[in-house]
């Protein structure tokens, strides 16, 4: 089955810092890859998404994400955290309109 | 305009009892899925409807779950007997596309938050 996997649980950051959130996605015919972020007691926000094209794709809230095939990966990242960015981070794949997401990352920010 | 909204947001079932859940959708959006969020996890596909038609519901984990969405609008999941392992969170999103469209946003609501005692 094809999958999603956010290595890291728990990263924590300070305010500023840059940051990158890790996704590797299983193997598969082009992926259409998306990540969503979700504040407590919040529903999930799209943050920006992946089909085809420029592998490096721009998102909301100043984040980025890189796809990259060899690598089969899609890491998020921001160059400067603000302490609002502090939430819960999903990386998803869609396959036949469903989504199938990652465990997540949990994201602390210091200040 | 507005977006997803579920209720109630949050509810307390004794082990046994049924209850239902409620989605709105936003206005318009042909496509709804039901997913489900046990604590520290992500999102677990349900079920997907387009229109009132289920598409799928390769992702309901017992005879206990059951969706609808008779007029192609709200939809209401339901389960019969809860168990404590039915404690989570319960996510619905709508999306203004048909199937097939992988690259489709979903639009998720705030989740009914589900404690079976």
């Known amino acids: 089955a094809q999958s999603v996997t956010q290595p890291d649980i728990h990263i924590t950051v300070s305010e500023g810092a840059s940051l990158e959130l890790r996704c590797n996605y299983s193997y598969g015919a082009t992926p259409y890859l998306f990540w969503y972020v979700q504040s407590p007691g919040q529903g999930l926000q799209l943050l920006l998404k992946y089909f085809s094209g420029d592998t490096l794709v721009q998102g909301i809230k100043g984040f980025e994400a890189e796809f990259k095939r060899s690598q089969s990966s899609f890491n998020l990242r921001k160059p400067s955290v603000h302490w609002s960015d502090a939430a819960e981070y999903f990386c998803?794949?869609?396959?036949?309109?469903?989504?199938?997401f990652g465990t997540g990352t949990r994201l602390q920010v210091t200040l | 305009g507005a977006g997803v909204s579920q209720s109630p947001r949050y509810k307390v079932a004794k082990r046994g009892q049924d209850v239902a859940l409620r989605c709105d959708p936003i206005s318009g959006h042909v496509s709804l899925f039901w997913y489900q969020q046990a604590l520290g996890q992500g999102p677990e596909f349900l079920t997907y409807f387009q229109n009132e038609a289920q598409l799928d519901k390769s992702g309901l984990p017992s005879d206990r779950f059951f969706a609808e969405r008779p007029e192609g609008s709200v939809s209401t999941l339901k389960i019969q007997r809860t168990q404590q392992e039915d404690s989570a969170v319960y996510l619905c999103?709508?999306?203004?596309?048909?199937?097939?469209?992988?690259?489709?946003?979903?639009?998720f609501g705030p989740g009914t938050r589900l404690t079976v005692l």
């Open positions: 999103a709508s999306s203004h596309r048909t199937s097939g469209g992988n690259w489709n946003e979903q639009f």
């Open positions: 998803a794949r869609s396959t036949a309109s469903k989504l199938t």
